[in-house]
């Protein structure tokens, strides 16, 4: 037969496995991560050092993976713990922008909904001598409601002003970053770290050093929190009324109104929840993975769960999979530059290899169901 | 043979899931005006689309003056001489008429022989001859943004004679002009013919083709059903082959039975967003079993005032009674729960949200309420049994049941997602904006069953229409706005088509 139809044929064999559309919000977010492996292999070949090697010591630096032999007090259960530690946060802010996605809306002023929320809650209870029976809820209390009321004002001036979201939030977040600066400097500074004082421990999130089986480990008790957080939310967009309204708002802003529903509300709500989620980043990531804020200094965390949100199809359950492959790669690179000698740097690489592959998931999509459409014609012209 | 001008022979065109084509041939003469007849989707533009180059045949060839063509683009239509005079307007508001008409093929000059400009006056002097020659009477130097819809299309006729096309097509030009517009447009069609031009006219009005077509074709499903002789058939059998099946052009209604006032709309003035009112001084009431009909042309206020009876719009002053309650500040929710339904003009961006499923849409109204909610908790079931029982009883097709994507259904059926769902809520007041724009003749006459059976149940009808045909044919009281006042109230067996129309351009007051 003609060589046109061979080489179609071979590109039918290579999109099987994605064509089910049913799976496709998996499987396409799936095929994204292989090809940027793949894109990081070669760069990884291009300075001359072995890919396999390298993912290998980057799962081995991740606690997912034994190390060849580990220090006094360490084993590969208190690396994967410190990983849990790390990617709490990363859950929590991802969280944030898929429901404000979700609305329609741009949150980008996660961090700086982070950065407000954990400052409040480390002057409010970080320095105070409460017990860690209150003090730790009231932690996320005060992250959840400071957070809240920050996105909140978000929502309202989109509502009220039609001002829009990515313009207030980053700008909100110029605002916490110097003024909170300001108050870190003047008051709360430890003049050896150059950061705001250490918070008691009994406010921190994160137990550290627990001493168990003669070793000693980080339990991030947020980790439990994020999980039970995201099942929550798929059944709140899912089930319930509320939820529905938000997707509506989100899907179509002037069907939603027509359907009699209060769009302004729903903005506002919908921001609200987004911003109490990063409130709760920003506790577990200025209270939690650390117990003091470094100032001037925004969290990545706020900008990277944007594309991890994307990467998780803005889904509660895909993020909690896509945060944990991005906190991998970041928690383990340490561990594969000093072994493979791979700068650390490659693997901020390899994860925007990820996002900028995954944000082509439409295009595949698109490419998938078009190559189908030339089957079928090609069925019908036979038969 | 080479009396043809133009000879599509066994074109078939394919689209994914359909064939738009199915084998059709035809001829057409030099100097005649050839009408496509079909109902939406029966293929007519896309047949038309290959002659100018959108698209290129699956199967078959096309001649162009006894020669075999591929034609590529549109670019190589125009240069065999074709031109195309589409639907929707593709002008640039703030050019000048010359400018828009010039654009891609600007005459260049060399200022001292070395500095290139646009040579706008001579443009001016042509475009100028151009429209006295063919009698369109525009002023090239005048911007689109100032000009009425049917100066823009005759400013897209020019385009096209610009180009130096002697085969025009037109699609569906009739759409957005009022009776008096189209009598003029069909004038300048026939006056084109009599140039020496040869005219395609796609077209799902009868009365046009009766009017001004020399032959006809008629397409349906794809198919090639038969070409006319405009001359020697008669519209009813022209309808008839069009849908396939015999066809009531008038709806057969009972005598209207009007009871108690369900609608009192009284001084209702509406501003829209930039402050100026365009709705003034509107009252009318309506009663129950009543279909009261706005008539008039496009952007005269018409829409603002089933916006504002349904809520979406802000009301600056009058008042609006449901039922002898005031709801003229009540929310959009309240207003449908005191019994108001509203199929939108725009169905997809208002109507519908084109992301959510099938079962979601039809339960949009309700989805808060019980059976669909309990404390906050959606009952996806309930959803599922509603969305079945309506597919079912107002014949919604779609690929996928319940679960499709509306997104992914054709205009058709989404219009019947909207009007089943409004249906079903049972509302005493239902306001129709533009139901039928978009749908074909079958689905017309369907939509048509469904309001007068509607208000023979009782209810009381608001329908909002830019179609005259439509308002004459069911109407059973006609309201003619113009300039956003309502220039006459009457019962539509008092008034002819010509005197609508003459309201609705202003020109008869009482």
């Known amino acids: ?172 977040n110029y605002i916490a970053q110097y003024v909170i600066s300001f108050f870190i400097q003047m008051y709360y500074i430890d003049p050896v770290s150059r950061q705001s004082q250490y918070i008691s421990e009994a406010a921190r999130l994160t137990l550290v050093n627990v001493e168990m089986a003669n070793l000693k480990m980080d339990l991030p008790l947020g980790f439990i929190l994020a999980i039970f957080t995201a099942v929550f939310l798929k059944f709140f967009m899912d089930k319930t009324v509320v939820g529905f309204e938000i997707k509506a708002v989100g899907s179509s802003r002037n069907a939603a109104k027509y359907a009699g529903m209060n769009v302004g509300r729903n903005t506002v709500l919908a921001m609200v929840i987004s911003g109490g989620l990063a409130g709760l980043a920003g506790v577990t990531y200025y209270l939690g993975y650390f117990a003091s804020i470094q100032p001037k200094v925004l969290s990545s965390i706020g900008f990277d769960s944007i594309a991890v949100s994307l990467l998780g199809n803005s889904h509660p359950i895909g993020v909690i999979f896509s945060s944990f492959l991005v906190s991998i790669i970041e928690q383990g690179s340490t561990y594969m530059s000093s072994q493979a000698g791979i700068r650390q740097e490659i693997s901020s690489v390899i994860v925007g290899l990820i996002l900028l592959f995954s944000a082509c998931g439409a295009y595949l999509k698109h490419k998938v169901s078009s190559l189908k459409d030339k089957e079928l014609d090609q069925k019908e012209s036979e038969s | 043979m080479s009396d043809y001008i133009v000879e599509m022979k066994h074109i078939t065109k394919r689209f994914p899931g359909i064939v738009a084509n199915d084998n059709v041939s035809i001829g057409i003469k030099k100097g005649e005006i050839f009408a496509l007849l079909g109902e939406n989707g029966a293929g007519k533009s896309t047949l038309m689309s290959m002659l100018g180059g959108m698209y290129e ?44 008409i010039i654009l891609g093929v600007e005459p260049v000059k060399k200022l001292a022989g070395i500095f290139p400009y646009v040579d706008i006056r001579s443009a001016n002097r042509k475009i100028e001859e151009l429209s006295k020659s063919f009698g369109l009477e525009v002023d090239p130097t005048k911007k689109i943004s100032d000009l009425t819809v049917s100066m823009q299309q005759r400013v897209e006729i020019l385009k096209v004679l610009y180009r130096e096309a002697d085969i025009l097509i037109f699609d569906e030009p009739t759409a957005v002009l009022t009776p008096q517009e189209i009598d003029f ?25 009766k009017k001004v077509a020399d032959r006809c074709a008629v397409l349906n499903k794809g198919k090639l059903i038969d070409v006319l002789d405009v001359k020697e058939t008669s519209t009813r059998k022209m309808a008839q082959l069009m849908v396939g099946r015999e066809v009531n052009l008038k709806s057969d209604k009972n005598p209207a039975a009007f009871k108690e006032e369900v609608l009192k709309v009284e001084h209702l003035n509406v501003k829209n967003e930039d402050g100026f009112e365009v709705v003034k ?88 309420r019980e059976p669909f909610a309990k404390k906050g908790i959606l009952n996806k079931e309930e959803f599922e049994q509603f969305g079945s029982s309506l597919i079912d009883k107002y014949d919604i097709r779609s ?112």
């Open chain 2, 185 to 209: 447009l069909l004038g300048i069609i026939e006056g084109l013919r009599n140039g020496g031009k040869t005219i395609i006219l796609i077209t799902h009005k009868l009365e046009e083709i």
């Open chain 1, 1 to 172: 037969m003609s060589k046109v139809k061979r080489k179609n044929n071979a590109k039918n064999n290579l999109i099987r496995p994605i064509r089910d559309e049913k799976w496709q919000p998996v499987t396409i977010p799936l095929v994204a991560i292989l090809i940027s492996f793949i894109a990081a292999a070669i760069v990884i070949l291009i300075i001359g050092k072995n890919p396999i090697q390298a993912f290998y010591n980057l799962l081995q630096g991740a606690g997912i993976l034994p190390k060849p032999s580990y220090a006094g007090y360490k084993s590969m259960l208190t690396d994967f713990l410190s990983l849990l530690n790390a990617m709490t946060p990363l859950v929590f802010a991802s969280l944030a922008v898929a429901v404000a996605f979700k609305a329609g809306l741009f949150n980008i002023g996660v961090s700086g909904q982070m950065l407000v929320s954990g400052f409040l809650a480390t002057i409010l209870v970080g320095y105070s001598g409460l017990d860690a029976i209150i003090a730790k809820p009231l932690v996320l209390v005060i992250g959840m409601t400071a957070g809240g009321l920050m996105g909140g004002l978000v929502g309202w001036l989109k509502y009220k002003f039609n001002i829009n979201e990515v313009v207030s939030t980053i700008m909100l």
């Open chain 2, 57 to 100: 045949p699956d199967e078959g060839d096309i001649y162009i003056r006894g020669e075999k063509v591929q034609i590529s683009s549109p670019n190589h239509a125009a240069k065999l001489n074709i031109g195309m005079v589409h639907q929707h307007f593709k002008l640039v508001s703030d050019y000048t008429i010359t400018e828009n």
């Open chain 2, 281 to 368: 001084d509107v009252s009318f009431t309506i009663k129950s079993g009543e279909i009261f009909a706005i008539a008039g042309v496009a952007d005269n206020g018409q829409v603002e005032i089933a916006d504002a009876i349904a809520g979406l719009t802000k009301v600056s002053g009058g008042e609006i009674l449901l039922n002898g309650k005031d709801i003229t500040n009540e929310s959009i929710r309240k207003r449908t729960e005191a019994g108001i339904s509203y199929i939108p003009e725009d169905r997809q961006s208002f109507g519908l949200v084109l992301d959510f499923d099938l079962s979601t849409n039809l339960a949009l109204k309700q989805y808060y």
């Open chain 2, 399 to 510: 690929g996928q049941g319940i679960k499709t994507q509306v997104r992914s259904m054709s205009g058709g059926n989404q219009q019947k997602t909207i009007i089943g769902r409004e249906i079903e809520l049972q509302s005493s007041l239902m306001i129709f904006v533009q139901p039928t724009r978009g749908v074909d003749i079958g689905a017309i006459e369907n939509i048509h069953k469904m309001m007068i059976k509607e208000r023979d149940q009782g209810r009381a009808i608001l329908l909002v229409s830019l179609e005259l045909d439509e308002i004459m044919n069911v109407a059973d009281t006609i309201g003619v706005i113009y300039n956003g006042q309502l220039q006459k109230i009457a019962s539509s067996e008092s008034l002819t088509t010509n005197e609508v129309g003459e309201y609705m351009m202003g020109a008869k007051h009482e």
